[in-house]
């Protein structure tokens, strides 16, 4: 997934921000400058396309700018934000009612109303504003305003997941300007410099209190090395690193390094209108063939296990039936091309009607983990007949080729499973940019995600994502490959770090959620 596209990001923000806290004093910052005492860095990997909530920017909760009504615990339970406590659900699920907290005030001093809430999720569903999100909001029939500190959400149909969706960030009625973007939350928004960083200031009037941290400077660094060099230069308070790039850290005096517990996977993304990645046997051949405990040994360092679904086996929802064999099985892999007629040919590549065994795998150039996992999984493909090409490129030169060419992606969530899958998976979202870029169609699976969806009974839910995941693994869509432990590398000790379950790289949740409350150790 590239994270700088809207629904892809939409959380970086907070998760740099929490890693950036411990500047040593002196160092230069981005660009070289002087940095100040008080300010502290973070390296992040991309740029953000837009902080607009209505966009998709946060939309699970964790923007520092802005808040939603309900926000995330470390648990990942929810817990009120700007709602003054839980909401009220009617009986038949389809009326859900919050209450807002009392004298919340925008950046600018204007009060925070009803309206606002209103205006942002109205925004959010009209087609005029071309949201990304807006399809995780299609159950909304209506959003009103009874009164000041009361507002409704009237369903089309009971939408379990409708109470995690309001972790959204809320804008101002009327909207701001999008280069000046005004919220509620614990910093507020001072520059953004093109290519280079992000200037936050804390929010002194923030509802929740003043953060400890007084300034937030996010700096991006597509390049892996590049930020583990400037880190250990003293340029970056902290970052995002893989596994091996993160090693260098560990035991030095003064740093912290953090691995995090994820949803987040890596896999291979198959379109399925090209002649060769469209063949089952191909697919299904080519999952047989990667040796996934591998790959966790050594490309991530043991900070990871071996993935067969999209689903975290350490997750409830999980379908337990989806499984693997961790090791490579070429004897399987090279009966399933047998007999689906694809023959061994020239250099050991196998042919079929002519056509070779033969595709291409793009990751992020910039991505050093992707680049080794798909070389890894070149390899392995090569042992059972299949010829992979590596092709390293920017994100502007893949979105354009992901329905021909197959893609080392990522996603994952560790919250209602509506989440990402109904965008991944259903026929409905193909080729919506990285949403469902395969061009992936299966009727039931559609009808499963959409039981999932609308459903109330947690019972019928459970039931539908079953048979949603075992659809799309027996129909390999995907080869995925493993779920990652999120490796932080922080300068300084802080008081008030907690760790939970990271959703995809950078999203919200764990260890960097509640940034504005950490305090230095004494």
């Excluded at 699970?60 to 009120?80: H, N």
């Excluded at 697919?283 to 067969?308: C, E, H, N, W, Y």
Aim: glycine residues 10%.
């Amino acid at each position: 997934m590239r994270l700088a596209r809207p629904a892809a990001v939409l959380t970086t923000l907070s998760v740099a921000l929490l890693t950036a806290c411990s500047a040593p004093s002196g160092p230069a910052g981005p660009g070289g400058a002087q940095k100040a005492d008080d300010t502290f860095v973070i390296g992040l990997s991309s740029e953000f396309e837009n902080l607009s909530p209505v966009l998709g920017y946060a939309a699970d909760g964790g923007s520092l700018i802005f808040d939603g009504l309900m926000s995330r615990a470390p648990d990942l339970s929810l817990k009120p934000s700007l709602a003054a406590e839980a909401p009220v659900t009617s009986a038949d699920g389809k009326k859900v009612t919050f209450k807002l907290r009392d004298g919340v005030t925008f950046h600018d001093g204007r009060p925070l109303t009803s309206k606002d809430v209103v205006y942002t999720y109205t925004t959010v569903l009209d087609p005029k504003t071309s949201s990304p999100i807006s399809g995780d909001y299609a159950a909304i029939g209506k959003v009103s305003a009874p009164d000041a500190r009361t507002v409704e959400f009237t369903l089309k149909y009971p939408y379990a997941p409708l109470t995690q969706r309001t972790t959204l960030g809320i804008v101002p009625d009327g909207g701001v300007d999008p280069a000046k973007p005004v919220g509620t939350g614990p910093y507020t928004f001072t520059q953004w410099t093109p290519g280079d960083k992000i200037v936050l200031a804390a929010n002194e009037k923030y509802w929740g209190g003043a953060p400890a941290i007084k300034k937030v400077v996010v700096a991006f660094a597509p390049d892996d090395n590049v930020r583990s060099t400037r880190l250990a230069a003293g340029e970056f308070d902290a970052t995002v690193l893989p596994p091996k790039a993160a090693k260098r850290f560990e035991g030095q005096q003064g740093v912290t390094v953090y691995k995090q517990d994820s949803a987040d996977y890596r896999g291979i993304m198959f379109p399925s209108k090209p002649e060769v990645t469209g063949d089952l046997a191909i697919r299904k051949a080519f999952s047989l063939a990667m040796d996934r405990q591998a790959m966790v040994d050594t490309i991530l360092a043991g900070a990871g296990k071996p993935a067969f679904g999209p689903i975290s086996p350490d997750i409830s929802w999980h379908n337990k039936a989806i499984t693997g064999n961790p090791a490579a099985d070429l004897p399987q892999a090279q009966q399933v091309l047998d007999a689906a007629g694809w023959k061994q040919g020239a250099g050991g590549i196998r042919e079929k009607d002519g056509v070779k065994a033969s595709f291409t795998i793009m990751y992020p150039a910039g991505d050093s983990l992707r680049k080794e996992l798909t070389l890894a999984a070149a390899s392995d493909a090569k042992k059972a007949g299949i010829e992979v090409k590596a092709a390293g490129l920017d994100w502007d030169a893949i979105e354009p080729r992901m329905a021909q060419d197959a893609l080392m992606m990522g996603y994952g969530s560790p919250y209602d499973l509506d989440y990402i899958n109904y965008d991944l998976f259903h026929s409905a979202q193909a080729g919506k940019g990285f949403f469902n870029p395969g061009h992936y169609s299966n009727p039931k699976a559609d009808a499963a995600l959409v039981k999932g969806r609308e459903s109330g009974d947690p019972a019928v839910r459970k039931q539908a994502y079953d048979e949603f995941q075992q659809l799309i693994h027996d129909d390999a869509v995907w080869t995925y490959l493993a779920f990652l432990k999120h490796v932080y590398v922080v300068r300084g000790a802080y008081q008030g770090v907690q760790q939970s379950v990271d959703a995809h790289e950078h999203a919200t949740g764990g260890l960097f959620r509640d940034i504005h409350t950490w305090k230095p150790a004494s």
